[in-house]
């Protein structure tokens, strides 16, 4: 069938399989043109389908020759609806992977990552796959979290804390200027968001994977998080989700303990504000990106999700030694974009950001293209008027 873009509230219902391959082709091929670099032997992404975590794969597998085991919830195509981006990922991610260890070295487990269920399948997996594990990604972006002690379902939400939010903010489809207006968290929305996008689930895999016995020596587990800007403070890092983030950054420094017994270390890494899935239905942030990637462009030092993970592993996780991290003990690898001279441009182009200059302080092309690259759409090199396999 004929596949086209479906886009409202800045999230896309679609995705379109060929340039979902294509996408993930051109990843693989900016790891291969850099060149090899250390890193694990075999590791475990959880949240393995899009965004960092399929980039951490891709590094881990076409950088550094480790083996890997994805975890993802993801949906094939049904009746005329397309299947996920992830579940096209995954697909174009494992037909090049075939050509350097096929299954034997590369697998994904499909399903809830936060069900005992899958993980006793990935331990049993990585049992037979490697023995043992010497890196654990933890990627999860999730709305919905089931307890699987209880059953009981928890619903995360981004809002603010104490007051509601308003400011200007990008239309992904239109690229236009619109105003955004959040309305405060209960309590109950607050301790909802931490049960979904905190640090528990985390726990839960690190003690069930050195449980099994199936955790190398030295073996680091990362989740990845997000700061930004003081821009959008009072929505993010000072809201539901910045009181989640709080819980995932305290529980690494609880996980480092209880890795001592195999010397393992438990890290967050603060990763820069990129076009995901989760991140574009954000008030204010597409317009921050967007002007963010004209300064950081305009300086060379602009970065993707390919881009930003093999500097991760390059330049943090695997040199010699520890990894440099600040006072909080995290990892930061969104140093290009805190800069204080970054910073200050943007701070002042947001500022001054009218409907007349938005295309001159913002690039909102750039934004856009990334957001349907995401999803499959917007490549030259494939015509969307004809039928494709969905």
Known sequence: MVVKP???????????????????????????????????????IIGSSAGYGLATRIVSAFGSGS???????ESPAKGSRTATVGWYNDRAFTAVAETIGGAQRHRTILGDAFSHEIKKEAI?????????????????ASPLRIDPD???????????????????TLDGKTGVLTEASVDPATDEEIANTIKVMGGEDWQLW?????????????????????????????????????????????????????LSSVNGRAYVSVNKALVTRASAVIPAVPLYMAILYRVMKA?????GTIEQIYRLFRDRLYTDGAP??????????????????????????????????????ADVEGFQRDFLHLHGFGYDSIDYDRDVQV
């Not at 219902?13 to 979902?20: D, E, F, K, Q, T």
């Open 324 to 361: 440099s991290v600040d006072e909080e003990g995290r990892i930061r690898i969104d140093d290009w974009e805190m800069d204080l001279a970054v910073q200050d441009e943007v701070a002042r182009a947001w500022n001054s950001v009218t409907a007349e200059n938005l295309l001159e302080v």
């Open 299 to 303: 300086r060379g030092t602009h970065e």
């Open 6 to 44: 479906m886009i409202r509230n800045n999230v896309c219902m679609n995705a379109h399989p060929l340039g979902c391959e294509l996408h993930v082709q051109e990843q693989i091929a900016y790891v291969r043109d850099h060149g090899s670099l250390p890193g694990p032997k075999n590791a475990l």
């Open 150 to 168: 209880t059953g009981e379902r928890y619903s995360s939400v981004l809002k603010p804390i104490g007051r509601t939010y308003s400011s200007v």
């Open 124 to 140: 049993d997996a990585i049992r037979e796959m490697f023995g043992t594990v010497d890196l654990v990604i933890y990627s999860l």
């Open 67 to 73: 083996g890997t085991l994805g975890v993802a919830f």
């Open 206 to 258: 690190t003690d069930q994977l050195a449980a099994a016995g199936v955790l190398a020596d030295g073996a680091v587990t990362v989740a990845y998080s997000y700061i930004g800007p003081e821009i959008t403070f009072a929505l993010y890092r000072d809201g539901t989700i910045g009181r989640a983030k709080e819980h995932l950054e305290a529980t690494a420094h609880t996980l480092t303990k209880a």
